[in-house]
């Protein structure tokens, strides 16, 4: 097994993962687990967080909210190779999807946020991507009368603070599991869930060390990994992962696995966005990470396993949102 | 009247509105109707549509949808002055509320598209907003296996064109009614339902003749009007309404009344998006429109009947958007 030497982190421990990884890799172990829907979620704060993940008014143009580019019409990303951003900024990363997320050991692509919660308050303060402030945006939402009366209900008083914003944002995400998948159904018993051929790419992924990486209920989000394992990966993308965080040497170029979950929905795909076709991501992934040539019929049949891994997508209705007051302050959109 | 002797444009054709004027402004006259759910909608094309209008793919970015601009969580505009195209090329005019848009003579302020099949082609095309082309956008959706599929259910053939795309998206817009405001149950007979500040207020809205051009179901959207009939209007913006059109002297500045439905969610206010609060719109309006200064009080009346006007807001599930495929054409969101 070619990663079984590989430094890499789960949680926010360090192993080595030689023994874990021969457990992962035998066909259907239970490292693979079904998307199980939260039941300890507190609905009111999440239905005030699905407000704030639509509100643009979180950003300083007015115009970008979370789901610009974590669109939950489309898989929770943009589908673009790196996101736009205030003033059309291009940004430095993919967008990962929001769905699924609260399965991830850390948030962002480095692991730099510790939880949903903290992640939620990046992108506001961001000047490349909503380039509003803590301040502004809490002192925006103060302003409107119908989040007051929200937070009140909700919070037991109705302070408004960037804790309490991005608290609610973080409920709201917590909702956004996509559980009943093909590949799920299959899991819980129901053999016939997986076409032969997609049985046969599940054997694969499992058989040639994905899973390695790849595991979890939301297949990935577990650990940190180097792209590029085998063999370098060849990118103009200046980001160097767990390194920008640690400066440890290290940790150059490792990246949180992302999650596969749904990933028929998430391209384009890696951390540069680079490659739009899952086929060639799956050839990749390959030869990069696991020094393995697949064949055509071999990428074919991972690719037709990992489009079982798409879910039943957020359900609920568009949310409406709380109008400004006359004092609310005016979006500035036109101020880079 | 001031109104009386101003050559307004009704429907398609031109008549003076003396006469008419009169009827109008007396106190609940027929003229001013409740907002009625059609019930002649084709629902599988207005299903199709929805994902149109929520899909940014038919922009070149793939970031700009039609919610975008007509932001169906914030009253079916982006409450901006102006709004964001691509590259963050900053629009020429106030994007006006889809909301009730079936009940306009014709769509964009200055009335250039005859209908919402013909309006819905506008921004795909503009290169200031999503900067697409039909074709371009007819081929992507083309790539599309969900696309395919769904309009072969719709339209009883899988060819997607631009023809099909508009009319899907405006059979949609049809069914953005906003029926049961407190004003539209005032006017069935419940005459509770208006305090005593809003009745006042809606007694001083028809009979000081904000009703001459805010009429019909809609209070607004019935004809063109002169901004600054009385008094000029001043402003930066260097649109002209209809002139920009018929290139007609007599048309400067004659603008499609908007609708006053949903008026407290959609500021801000007129053509250039100048004014964000309500008050001050109404003030302005009675000294350039009707040459009359509101007092405080009346303001106040007038905005709290304004109040009454925001319906049901539209409510649907979030759509889900039918992923592309490999070979669907990728966005091209840096390439001004």
Redesign the interface.
């Known amino acids: 097994m070619v990663a079984q030497c590989i430094k890499q982190y789960i949680g926010r421990g360090v192993v080595f993962a030689s023994t874990a990884v021969f457990a992962l890799t035998v066909y259907g172990q239970v490292s693979i687990a079904p998307i199980e829907v939260p039941s300890d979620i507190n609905m009111a704060q999440a239905e005030l967080g699905k407000k704030l993940f639509?509100?643009?008014?979180l950003s300083k143009?007015?115009?970008i909210s979370c789901n610009?580019c974590h669109?939950?019409?489309?898989?929770g990303s943009?589908?673009?190779?790196t996101s736009?951003g205030h003033?059309?900024q291009?940004g430095p990363i993919n967008s990962p999807t929001v769905l699924n997320a609260s399965y991830n050991l850390a948030q962002f692509w480095d692991g730099r946020a510790k939880d949903l919660k903290e992640q939620a308050g990046g992108p506001i303060a961001n000047p490349k991507e909503m380039a509003f402030s803590h301040a502004a945006a809490v002192k925006t939402l103060q302003t409107i009368p119908g989040y007051v009366a929200e937070f009140e209900a909700v919070f037991g008083d109705n302070r408004i603070d960037i804790d309490r914003l991005t608290s609610a944002i973080a409920e709201f995400e917590k909702t956004l599991v996509t559980p009943n998948s093909a590949f799920d159904k299959f899991l819980k018993g129901d053999k016939a869930a997986l076409s032969a051929e997609q049985q046969a790419g599940y054997k694969l992924f499992t058989n040639s060390g994905c899973t390695a990486c790849h595991n979890g209920p939301a297949l990935g989000g577990t650990m940190y990994q180097k792209m590029g394992l085998i063999k370098p990966y060849k990118t103009d993308n200046p980001a160097q992962g767990r390194f920008d965080v640690t400066k440890n040497e290290a940790d150059r170029m490792f990246f949180k696995v992302p999650t596969l979950r749904n990933v028929?929905?998430t391209?384009?795909y890696f951390h540069d966005g680079a490659v739009?076709?899952?086929?060639?991501a799956v050839k990749i992934m390959g030869e990069l990470q696991l020094g393995r040539s697949f064949s055509a019929k071999e990428q074919a049949q991972i690719v037709a396993f990992l489009n079982s891994l798409t879910g039943e997508?957020?359900?609920?209705?568009?949310?409406?949102?709380p109008?400004?007051a006359?004092h609310?302050p005016?979006?500035q959109?036109?101020k880079p």
Chains 1, 2 share one sequence.
């Open positions: 639509f509100d643009p008014r143009s007015g115009f610009s669109n939950l019409s489309m898989g943009d589908n673009l190779p736009i003033d059309w291009q028929a929905m391209y384009p739009y076709d899952l086929g060639e997508q957020p359900n609920f209705d568009l949310p409406i949102l109008p400004s006359a609310t005016p979006p959109p036109f």
